[in-house]
Each structure stands twice: as structure tokens, then as C-alpha cells.
């Protein structure tokens, strides 16, 4: 390793600086907040939400190929981050936009739930997964490899970035089959 600071910080370490001001924070209390001896705010470390979809159509289900790191080459679901602010429905609706070019209908309420590492480095995520319906035929963004419609006979073999994503789709093809 050359050019790095050197210092480890892993995903679940305090911060150490102030991200407003710089200053170097306290000792971390019980509930992992880190208090600014300067400016008085207080910083935790948390997973970062993503979003992802189940688009069943005519029986199949729509995954991804990820044609980017981490996980690259490896199936996914469509979807991605939130930004900050981003209402968890919204952030699906631009992120299918973004991926697969199309217009989308997410249901209101999440149907999967979990937590995972991603990256190298091991950051936790937080996914919330929605059942999608889309207009028009999805066509692959820059960072999709590319886009494939699975059977229910195709989900167990299928190389998925995180098994989570194994357990959502199987579960959307068996609800709307
Ligand atoms: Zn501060």
C-alpha cells in the first residue's frame, strides 16, 4: 500500500474528524455517537439504504448483470443508493430510469428487508426492496452488463452478488408466477 494515510478505519469504526469543521472528536458514548468538542454535533456511523426491484413479467423475472465493481459480472436486481432526502420510492423510480431507461410503477409497501456488506472494505447496506412494474422494453445503462428475464428454474443456479436478491426474486416469481 503506497500513497494511503495508513491508518485503518474500518465500516464500523467512530468517526475520528468533525466532517463539518475537522476537528477531531471525542471518545465515542454507548450508542456510538461521537460529539464535536467544537461545534457540539454529534456523528454516527449507519448503513447506507439502497433500493432494488422485482420486475416480474409474463412469469419471468428481470435481473441485471453487474457490469461494474464491486461484484462485477455477478447478477443483481435493478436499483441502487439513495441520495440524501430520497423518499425510498422515488429513488427506485430514478434508478430504473437511470438503468434500464424506462418508466416504473413501485408498489408502495417494501418486500424484502436486509442487511449486507458491499465492497471491498465490507460497508453495511441497508435493502429495501420493492415489487416494480415497468413500462416499454428496458434496454441496459452503462454500469448494467447486461439484462436477462429468469424463470423460476433459473434462480438457483444464477451467480448473485448477494444472496438476498436470490430469496427476492424467487419469492416475486412465485407470487405473480
Ligand atoms: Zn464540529
Request: charge should be negative; include cysteine.
Amino acid at each position: 500500500m503506497t500513497g494511503g494515510s495508513g491508518k485503518e478505519f474500518s465500516p464500523t469504526d467512530p468517526f475520528r474528524y468533525c466532517p463539518a469543521d475537522g476537528t477531531r472528536l471525542g471518545e465515542t458514548r454507548a450508542s456510538g455517537g461521537t460529539t464535536c468538542p467544537e461545534c457540539g454535533r454529534s456523528w454516527y456511523r449507519n448503513s447506507a439504504p439502497t433500493v432494488g426491484a422485482a420486475i416480474v413479467r409474463d412469469g419471468k423475472a428481470l435481473v441485471t448483470v453487474r457490469g461494474i465493481e464491486p461484484e462485477k459480472g455477478k447478477v443483481d436486481v435493478p436499483g441502487g443508493f439513495l441520495e440524501v432526502g430520497e423518499h425510498p420510492v422515488e429513488g427506485l423510480r430514478r434508478e430504473i430510469q437511470e438503468e434500464l431507461g424506462v418508466e416504473a410503477e413501485v408498489e408502495g409497501n417494501p418486500v424484502l428487508l436486509a442487511t449486507h456488506t458491499y465492497g471491498e472494505e465490507g460497508n453495511w447496506v441497508l435493502a429495501i426492496g420493492f415489487k416494480v412494474r415497468i413500462e416499454g422494453e428496458p434496454r441496459p445503462a452503462d454500469d448494467v452488463a447486461e439484462l436477462r428475464w429468469i424463470s423460476a428454474g433459473e434462480v438457483d443456479e444464477l451467480d448473485f452478488a448477494w444472496e438476498h436478491d436470490r430469496r427476492f426474486v424467487r419469492e416475486a416469481l412465485r407470487g405473480d408466477g
